[in-house]
């Protein structure tokens, strides 16, 4: 299925590893013309010029946090320069910390909120004007099945992502007559470092390895393993495309069946 995506551009959030650049990949191999941003450094760049190299697209790279409070406007502006226009965005960067959700501190959830919601609401309010106007945009967040069944020690992501959720619903019936579509993706349990971290973690609370976490956790998944990267990248570029046009204000999950609830 041609997705008509050749020529468009996107700004890719967490790009250089995981599920961002999953993601990426599969709007680069769909003809787009990319800004990937990351904290940046090494692995940022090696991603640009992997994926410069593998699909033949224009590429550029912004270093960022998401978690400082000056970073949005810096990466819309840079964004909009180097590629003259952004027509997709796809919100990602990496996830707040595990904790005893009993035992949080306020410090942290000032960073968690900057980094899970504020950051990618101002990115998405700076970019909107120019979608609208020109009767095309597409807006995906890639957040967590956490905002449908939160895990114990992920209180600061569930809490966080569920603000942008909140938002995202409010903003997609106002920009649809626009040619303007916003979405997101749930993820569940995707082999990528973060969630290898996780297990770590996990491992370390529990007395055991990350090996038995993983076996674990695989089993209680109904697809019986961890996805790929690559299962939730090429639903976002569905998700980008033209054809998806009538799909807004959705958020699916992408987790081998693991969410068991109606949504
Ligand atoms: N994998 C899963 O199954 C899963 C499940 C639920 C939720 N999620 C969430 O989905 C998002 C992506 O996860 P992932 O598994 O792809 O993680 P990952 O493999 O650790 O990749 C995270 C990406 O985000 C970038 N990043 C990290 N902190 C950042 C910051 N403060 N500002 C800007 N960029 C930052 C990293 O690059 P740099 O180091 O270069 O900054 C990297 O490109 C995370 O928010 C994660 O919590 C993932």
């Known amino acids: 299925m041609d997705l008509g995506l050749r020529g468009r551009t996107a700004l890719v959030g967490g790009a250089s590893a995981g599920l961002g650049r999953a993601s990426a990949e599969r709007l680069a ?14 692995g940022l760049e090696r991603a640009a010029e992997e994926i410069r190299r593998t699909y033949s697209v224009e590429v550029v790279t912004i270093a960022g946090d998401a978690a400082e409070p000056e970073t949005a406007a810096r990466v819309a502006a840079e964004a909009t320069r180097a590629l003259g226009q952004v027509d997709i965005l796809v919100l990602n960067a990496g996830g707040p910390p595990t904790s ?5 501190d306020a410090a942290e959830w000032r960073r968690s909120f900057q980094l899970l919601a504020i950051t990618p609401i101002e990115l998405a309010t700076l970019l909107l004007p120019g979608m609208r106007e020109r009767g095309w945009g597409r807006i995906v967040a890639i957040m967590s099945s956490g905002v449908r069944q939160p895990s114990p020690e992920l ?43 996780l297990d770590r973690a996990r491992a370390e609370r529990a007395g055991t390895t990350p090996e038995e976490v993983r076996t674990k956790l695989e089993a209680s998944i109904p697809a019986g393993r961890y996805g ?9 570029a569905w998700l980008c495309s033209d054809p998806a046009r009538y799909q807004t204000g959705t958020f699916v999950p992408i987790d081998g069946g693991m969410l068991r609830a109606l949504p």
């Open 228 to 236: 790929a990267p690559d299962e939730l990248g090429a639903y976002v």
């Open 155 to 197: 209180g600061y992501s569930s809490a966080g992502r569920s603000a942008l959720q909140a938002w995202l619903k409010t903003i997609a019936p106002e920009v649809i007559a626009n040619g303007v579509t916003v979405n997101g993706v749930l993820p569940g349990r995707l082999d990528t470092a973060r969630v290898a971290s």
């Open 29 to 42: 191999g769909e003809g787009c013309r990319l800004a990937l941003w990351s904290r940046g450094g090494e």
């Open 100 to 104: 005893d959700a009993t035992q949080t």
